[in-house]
């Protein structure tokens, strides 16, 4: 047996049929740049979102970027980012020249901490960027207080929260603005990159579409500095034939997960994910991430039985060399350093079969009765 961390090939054998149609109409319409399919998805995406508006962009970083220079944010400011995220959220600040402050995290969600956002808050603070991280929506209707108490724009990082939902509201459907990744291996994944910034705010989406096209609004007169950031229309055909599947996908996703969770109960050694089993899209399972001490251990024995595995993510931000100028030390972050140490993502994909789990979980079980 064999247990994948990720199967890209088996979702496309499942979607051939439909892919190779919808790629081959963009070709022959002509439409490459800012086509059809990508007017479409836009707007089944923002549908999805439950937003006005959403715009395609050329990568999640560049959502984030995007995003966060629609709402004003650059030069001598402050967002609160959390420790515990993949680097481009941080990366994407600093493109827009202002600086990420760090937040800690829950040792539950891994998600960023309300308790403390007021540690982190100065004069500069001008936004918080919470990320939903492994498909999990963060304490939206804290961090949304604590935003509102100090007068800061929400911007939000779902790029692995796609169609993931908390108290009736999608992620991306939170704040002021919300940003996707289509990367391959997210939850809605092109054959690229790609990614899409999603709003109701009618100046943002006045700004976005400059930004992500020269700052022109007609051709050849530019109203503003923008860049070249936009979603290719062939990757938007894909995206328009995968969206349809995107809820199935995920509550796959999540029974996998409560699959997982059933199996591994016993396994006192093995911290498990805190979800609501009874709430499918509660959270939309990007990761399936374990917490144990003999991290390292386990993860070499699983790869002896070929059951592939993640870190997500082994080295926290503020270690990072990239961030060395940021000057916070080891240690400023406890419950995001203790984490790196501990957290092993399990194959997760909506394809994974049961047999793949149940073996996934003996060898989990086989790792801990051997001592
Ligand atoms: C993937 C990811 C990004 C970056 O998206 P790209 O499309 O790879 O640029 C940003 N934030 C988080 C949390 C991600 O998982």
């Known amino acids: 047996m064999q247990v994948p961390f990720v199967d890209l090939k088996a979702q496309y054998r499942a979607l051939e049929g439909e892919i190779v149609p919808a790629v081959t109409a963009v070709m022959e319409r002509g439409d490459f740049i800012m086509g059809r399919a990508l007017e479409e998805f836009e707007s089944a995406f923002a549908e999805l979102i439950g937003t006005r508006y959403c715009f395609g962009v050329a990568s999640g970083t560049d959502a984030l970027h995007l995003a966060l220079c629609a709402a004003g944010i650059g030069a001598g400011d402050e967002v609160l980012v959390p420790a515990n995220t993949y680097i481009a959220t941080a990366l994407a600040v600093s493109e827009a020249g202002a600086r990420p402050v760090l937040v800690d995290v829950r040792p539950d969600t891994f998600n960023m901490d309300p308790e403390q956002l007021d540690g982190a808050l100065s004069e500069r603070t001008r936004a918080v960027l919470p990320v939903h991280l492994y ?188 961030y060395a100028d940021l000057g916070y030390a080891p240690g400023a972050f406890p419950v995001t350093e203790q984490a790196a140490g501990e957290i092993l993502s399990l194959p997760m994909f909506a394809e994974l079969t049961d047999a793949q789990i149940a073996y996934a979980a003996e060898s989990i079980k086989a790792f801990f009765a051997k001592g």
Not at 137 to 148: C, K, L, N, Q, Y
Request: with cysteine.
């Open 135 to 322: 498909g999990q929506p963060a304490d939206m209707a804290a961090i949304g207080a604590f935003a509102e108490r100090h007068g800061l724009q929400i911007i939000e990082d779902a790029c692995q929260a796609h169609a993931a939902v908390r108290d009736g509201t999608r992620c991306g459907a939170f704040g002021r603005l919300g940003t996707f990744s289509f990367y391959p291996g997210k939850n809605l994944g092109a054959y690229g990159d790609g990614g899409a910034i999603t709003t109701d705010d009618a100046e943002a989406a006045e700004r976005i579409p400059m930004l992500r096209n020269y700052g022109q609004k007609v051709k050849y007169e530019h109203l503003m500095r923008g860049g070249n950031s936009r979603l290719d229309t062939l990757q938007a055909a894909i995206l328009n034939v995968k969206l349809k599947h995107l809820e199935d996908w995920s509550r796959a996703r999540f029974a996998h997960a409560v699959r997982y969770t059933e199996l591994l109960g016993d396994v006192d050694e093995v911290g498990l994910p805190a979800f609501d089993a009874s709430a499918p899209l509660s959270h939309v399972f990007h990761l399936f991430v374990i917490r144990v001490p003999q991290r390292d251990a386990l993860l070499a024995f699983l790869k002896e039985r070929d059951v592939s595995c993640g870190i997500h993510y082994p080295i926290p931000i503020h270690l990072q060399p990239a």
